[in-house]
């Protein structure tokens, strides 16, 4: 071959490589760190021989955290997991077991193990957005209620009152006390006192659990008072849990960056952050929440599906510990993973099954690079794995809250060379289904994606 036409073929290459909208490569020597947690869930299933129930299992979820399990019949309705349906009255003498009702709650969580999930156990009081509020006072004992919930705990690690000795690794205190009125009626001076009260008797009696919370609202909202004053009392932490819904994926690792800081800024510096409630909301009022229903669990779960793909990126690739999706409830209302009357999974499901998938086969993260080649209308996340006998995954999001984007996009994607690639597309009329990916001329792979699209592709 002549100067003359090893520059022509130079050029071709070029060219061939900068066709698509978007390119990603993969450097599988480089390793990042480990796969998350990060497709954890609040609620477990709704029992092990359902379709749900099924699925859940094959969806390999780490983790279901406890909260809000009580607002559905299917577990034991009130008469489950919240300290007031646990230990019915307050004023019982709470060293007998015969005060403390397990039944339901010990069915709930032997749910979980079965699908192989472990519980994250809160400890605390559902919302009361009732007008009348029950439970979400401050208690009128706090040293009793830690003492309550050191017997709950008890219960189900050391097997206390015809107990389990499961493995509950995680107890997290209280939810949301920085929402309202409807989830704390006493001041946050009077919840900080609390919270201290009850986790430093938990980590003293409990000191190889992990015990933390109190799973805020809004970090933003207390973060002037709530950490500062836990480093100012050297009040131990062995997470922290936090909450954010909105439409714009990129928010968990912004928050995540800014939690990370906070949290280093004031000593807890070994405190993981976990972000323990997330969904796709694009506002509470209206239309917007009307339209927020429709992406969950109606007609628009395509888009779901892609932000659910994206948040879960977002949340591997900052210094976010664990994320848990709200939530997987059948009749809840809020839940993209199931079907509200067949129980079948729907097409949110597929990311977390996907993901699941990469927690168990491909545990290593390896370094994936995603280059805009000047596309318009097109926002990709992507996460890239490794086996531990080389095999590779590609987890690939697209998505916008922009519905009026309407334009196709091609990736092109250097991948290892393999015998085989598998590719399963998920999108407004694939329900993870199997796609064959298109070759280019100089031997990469080229995948074309639709608005609201999530890939998962094995190379073997």
Not at 417 to 440: F, G, N, P
């Amino acid at each position: 071959m002549n100067e003359k036409s090893v520059f022509v073929f130079s050029a071709m290459l070029s060219l061939s490589a900068f066709a698509a909208d978007w390119t990603i490569s993969l450097d599988p020597s480089v390793s990042i760190g480990k796969i998350k947690n990060v497709n954890a869930v609040n609620c477990g299933p709704c029992s092990p021989n359902s379709a749900q129930g099924k699925a859940f299992k094959a969806a390999n979820i780490p983790y279901a955290r406890t909260h809000d399990m009580n607002h559905s019949w299917t577990y034991g309705g009130p008469y489950c997991l919240d300290i007031s349906a646990i230990f019915p009255n307050f004023d019982a003498d709470e060293t007998k077991g015969e005060n403390y009702d397990f039944a339901l709650t010990d069915k709930a969580l032997e749910w979980m193990f079965k699908a192989g999930t472990k519980p994250f156990f809160r400890l605390g009081q559902s919302i009361e957005p009732w007008g009348k509020t029950y439970h979400v006072n401050p208690p009128k004992d706090y040293a009793k209620w830690a003492r309550i919930c050191e017997r709950i705990i008890a219960h189900y690690t050391e097997g206390w009152a015809r107990g389990k000795k499961w493995d509950i690794k995680y107890w997290e205190i209280w939810n949301e006390p920085d929402l309202s009125k409807k989830t704390w009626t006493g001041t946050k001076e009077e919840f900080f006192e609390f919270f201290k009260v009850v986790i430093t008797h938990l980590k003293t009696r409990f000191p190889n659990l992990k015990i933390g919370g109190p799973a805020m609202a809004g970090f933003l909202g207390w973060k002037d008072f709530f950490i500062p004053s836990c480093a100012k009392d050297n009040v131990p932490l062995d997470f922290y849990s936090w909450h954010r819904y909105c439409a714009d994926a990129r928010e968990a690792s912004r928050l995540g960056k800014e939690v990370r800081a906070w949290l280093d800024k004031h000593g807890y510096e070994k405190t993981e952050s976990i972000f323990n409630e997330w969904n796709y909301v694009k506002g509470w009022r209206g239309g917007e929440w009307r339209y927020s229903r429709q992406v969950e669990s109606g007609a628009y779960n395509q888009k779901a599906a892609a932000y659910a793909a994206a948040m879960m990126v977002e949340s591997q690739n900052s210094p976010i510990d664990m994320a848990m999706y709200y939530d997987v409830r059948t009749y809840g209302g809020m839940n993209m993973l199931f079907d509200s009357i067949t129980h079948q999974p729907m097409r949110g499901y597929y990311p977390f099954y996907a993901w699941g998938r990469m927690l168990k086969d491909y545990p290593e993260q390896i370094k994936c690079a995603l280059h805009s080649n000047g596309a318009k209308n097109a926002d990709l996340f992507a996460v890239a794995a490794r086996s531990d006998d080389g095999k590779i995954a590609l987890y690939i999001s697209r998505y916008s809250n922009d519905d009026n984007i309407r334009n196709d996009i091609t990736v092109r994607l250097n991948l290892p060379k393999a015998k085989r690639y598998r590719c399963h597309l998920t999108d407004d009329w694939r329900i993870y289904t199997e796609h064959q990916l298109e070759s280019t001329s100089d031997g990469a792979k080229e995948l074309t994606l639709v608005p609201s699209s999530f890939a998962f592709i094995e190379v073997e």
